[in-house]
C-alpha cells in the first residue's frame, strides 16, 4: 500500500488549498494546516483513531461549510465525489458524517455523539478557535462582516438552533468570545486537547478583559 502521506493526503490537501488559498475571513488554508497539525499531535495520544480519517476530516472539514459557499448541497456533492474516486465509500461516509456533525453551531439544538475520529477532529478544530490565533480569525471574521469591535450596550446572546446562531444579524466581534469561544474549553473530548486548552481559553480571557478595562479607562477619561 503506498504511504498515505505522500499520495492520498496530498490530493486531500491540494483540494482543499484549493477552495481555501483565498479566504481572508479566518477560514483560510493557514487555519486548515493547523487543524491537521493539532489533529496529529492528538493522534499521538489516541493510538485506536484511524488516522486516514482523522486527517481527511481535518483537512476537509470547512469545504462545504455555510461560511465558505452559498450553495452547500452542490459542494458537498463535490466533496463527496472528491473523496469517492479516492477511497471506499464507507470511509467516506464517516468522513462527511464528522464535518456535518462537529461544529459548535450543530451541536446547540443537541449534543451529536462523535466517535474517537470524530472527536479529535472536533477538538483540533476547537483548539485553532481558541488561543491567540483564535483571536486573530474572530478579528478577521469580524471586520470581513463589518461587525462593530465592542459595545457594552448590546449584551451577548444565546442560540437554541443552528439557524438561529447563523441569523444573528446585529452583534459585536467580542460577543462572540462569551457565545462560543470561552464554552469551548469546557466542550473538548480528549484528555491532551484539555491540557492544550488551558493557556489558550487564558489568552483569550486576558484579550477580553484588556478590551473591556481599557474602554472603562476612555469612559472615564471622557468625564
Known amino acids: 500500500m503506498p504511504d498515505l502521506e505522500d499520495t492520498y493526503l496530498q490530493k486531500i490537501a491540494r483540494f482543499a488549498h484549493e477552495i481555501h488559498c483565498e479566504n481572508q475571513d479566518g477560514h483560510g488554508f493557514d487555519h486548515i494546516e493547523r487543524v491537521v497539525s493539532l489533529a496529529q499531535k492528538i493522534l499521538l495520544t489516541e493510538p485506536t483513531a484511524n488516522k486516514k480519517i482523522v486527517l481527511s476530516a481535518a483537512y476537509l472539514h470547512d469545504t462545504y461549510d455555510e461560511k465558505i459557499t452559498k450553495n452547500q448541497a452542490e459542494q458537498k456533492e463535490k466533496v463527496r465525489k472528491f473523496l ?3 477511497t471506499e465509500t464507507q470511509t467516506v461516509d464517516e468522513i462527511l458524517f464528522i464535518i456535518d456533525h462537529m461544529s459548535f453551531s450543530s451541536n446547540l439544538h443537541e449534543k451529536i455523539s462523535l466517535n474517537l475520529n470524530g ?12 488561543g491567540a490565533f483564535g483571536i486573530a ?7 470581513k462582516k463589518k461587525r462593530e469591535l465592542y459595545n457594552p ?18 452583534n ?12 469551548l474549553k469546557g466542550l473538548l473530548n480528549t484528555d491532551k486537547a ?7 481559553d487564558k489568552i483569550m480571557h486576558d484579550f ?3 478590551i473591556e478595562r ?9 468625564n
Open 194 to 200: 484539555k491540557a492544550m486548552a488551558v493557556s489558550r
Open 84 to 86: 469517492s474516486a479516492l
Open 208 to 210: 477580553v478583559t484588556a
Open 137 to 143: 480569525r474572530t478579528l478577521q471574521y469580524g471586520f
Open 119 to 130: 472527536q479529535i477532529v472536533q477538538d483540533a478544530d476547537r483548539l485553532d478557535a481558541m
Open 214 to 222: 481599557e474602554e472603562n479607562e476612555n469612559k472615564r477619561d471622557e
Open 153 to 170: 450596550k448590546i449584551k451577548p446572546m444565546t442560540y437554541a438552533s443552528k439557524a438561529a446562531y447563523h441569523q444573528q444579524e446585529k
Open 172 to 183: 459585536t466581534t467580542i460577543n462572540h468570545f462569551y457565545e462560543k469561544l470561552f464554552l
